[in-house]
């Protein structure tokens, strides 16, 4: 073998004469991850790892993948996932796979299972296609300790919660999350979330938080998410970062702003963002949250007292008033357990249904009956401005996640992110309308988000890396699921590697479970 170095630019050309690989890609357009120029070459896995980068002359392969014409990049890594539940079912997780998505950080917004230890055990035996890391949720930890009580908690139950991240952490959770919009995170004082951020930090981990508040109060949420960084001394991640509802359309220039003065500040501050208008959470979010108060016994006697019921919904009424809304149209059934005819349907529409008057009150009775006679109803709300969406696109530091689980094909109305969110960015946002450039929109799916959760040996196409690689068409990478049809899989990859085995062949899913726990180093 003779190895010829060439120093072209920034980039170590390796010419190889003679070597064999188990796969050798060869004739690609490397977009390596570091948002760098593109550049010609070929790359050599052995097992697992990337390592060989450069011209191969005569070195073959167990397996050639030909890769003229195609962009090969890292695999990218979704930094806001929910695949709790969804990994037992659907192990080949095709809806990220397919989206080019090589590795999760699941356990956001506050929830997460609460044995991480157990949870890593059960996902080394089952065996999935994608890398999986997790967070410790806030919303777990203090549920497991005190139900939903609306209260801030004792000394000892404080200890027990702060017991129980320090375990997540030894176990390898990347981080801590919280959800403060939900029950029973909506609870707690800013102080008990400091106390329990600091048990992450002495573990290098992440602070990563849905907010209180992304509308009216926006700019005081992000600031108590920069101030327990602060505080708790650890990086702070800013979930799925928007602006909602028309009165606050075009604060996000406010918002970047708040994120740029933390990091001037010297506090390691990012955030990530699904490239949609229409976000997705439960039906519960429109319901004040004093009404969840001791969990969903003490819910359903508020909702049977009719001077309370009455009341809810006058708050409910009001607060459309606040957002600049006429009605529940903007409002989606994702998923409705007790009626899936009801899936797909606004909440103004299934009002309709059951004979009622097109009015605010009679819309909101709608929802109080679909929240009492069914757990966790899955809603998709249109609630943002395409403008704030591409400012937010264009911050240096901000990822694309899908906030999205595993999808059980054609099951349900589910929000299109869970199929498409990356490939989104590519087709739409880079390729069309040429928002941000294709290298740089790479380095925040791969070695920015590797960076965040020291996910040391991935995002990168550098020798010595794991080998997670996606190799894609630019001309044709798009999206193809839409609200009206979520369940579509994206366009555009020819192959993708998950820690060397090919789990993406000629653009079909091999069934490949090549997946591994990703723990915290």
């Known amino acids: 073998m003779r190895l010829l170095l060439f120093c072209t630019g920034l980039f170590l050309v390796h010419t190889l004469q003679s070597q064999s690989f188990d796969i050798l890609i060869k004739n690609g357009k490397i977009v390596d991850g570091t948002g760098n120029s593109w550049f010609y070459g070929d790359v050599g896995i052995l097992k697992d790892k990337i390592v060989w980068i450069g011209k191969a002359e005569t070195a073959t392969g167990l397996r050639v993948l030909d890769a003229r014409g195609l962009i090969v990049a890292p695999g990218f890594i979704d930094v806001h996932a929910h695949i709790e539940g969804g990994e037992l079912t659907t192990p080949t997780a095709d809806n990220f796979i397919h989206d080019g998505v090589t590795s999760v950080v699941t356990g956001n917004c506050g929830g997460s299972n609460l044995d991480i230890a157990n949870y890593f055990n059960r996902l080394d035996s089952i065996k999935t296609s994608i890398n999986i890391a997790s967070l410790i949720g806030h919303n777990t930890v203090r549920r497991s300790v005190m139900g939903d009580l609306q209260r801030d908690p004792s000394l000892e139950e404080l200890g027990n919660m702060e017991a129980q991240v320090k375990d997540a952490m030894l176990a390898g959770a990347v981080g801590f999350s919280t959800g403060l919009i939900y029950v029973p995170g909506t609870y707690s004082k800013t102080s008990e979330v400091v106390s329990l951020a600091r048990v992450a930090s002495q573990f290098n981990g992440v602070y990563a938080s849905h907010i209180r508040d992304e509308g009216d109060h926006v700019t005081d949420a992000i600031n108590e998410a920069i101030n327990i960084g602060r505080e708790a001394k650890l990086p702070v991640e800013i979930s799925h970062f928007k602006v909602t509802y028309k009165p606050n359309w075009g604060r996000s220039a406010e918002t970047l702003q708040l994120v740029e003065s933390a990091r001037r500040e010297g506090l390691d501050v990012t955030i990530d963002q699904y490239p949609y208008i229409a976000s997705s959470t439960t039906l519960d979010t429109t319901l004040p949250t004093w009404v969840f108060s001791g969990g969903r016994d003490s819910m359903n006697l508020r909702l049977e007292n009719p001077a309370t019921r009455l009341k809810i919904k006058k708050e409910m009424v009001d607060n459309l008033k606040k957002k600049q809304l006429k009605n529940y149209s903007y409002a989606l059934v994702a998923r409705y357990a007790l009626d899936t005819t009801f899936n797909g349907k606004t909440i103004s529409e299934i009002n309709k249904l059951k004979g009622r008057k097109a009015k605010t009150m009679e819309e909101a009775e709608t929802i109080l009956e679909m929240v009492a006679s069914a ?37 349900g109305m589910p929000h299109p992110r869970a199929y498409g969110t990356n490939t989104r960015v590519l087709g739409r946002y880079v390729r069309e309308q040429k928002a941000i450039r294709l290298e740089e929109a790479i380095r925040r799916m791969t070695s920015l988000p590797a960076q965040k959760f020291n996910l040391r040996d991935r995002g990168l196409i550098r020798e010595g890396q794991a080998a997670d690689i996606v190799i894609f068409d630019e001309a044709k990478v798009g999206d193809a699921a839409t609200f009206a049809r979520p369940h579509a899989y994206s366009n555009g990859f020819a192959y993708m590697l998950v820690n060397g085995e090919v789990v993406i062949d000629q653009g079909k899913h091999t069934g490949v479970r090549s997946g591994m726990v990703l723990r915290r180093k």
Do not use: C, H, W
């Not at 966790?376 to 990822?399: A, C, G, H, W």
């Open 375 to 411: 757990n966790r109803t899955q809603m998709v709300y249109f609630s943002m401005d395409e403008k704030d969406l591409i400012r937010i696109l264009q911050y240096p530091f901000n990822m694309f996640a899908s906030d999205a689980g595993i999808a059980k094909f054609g099951s």
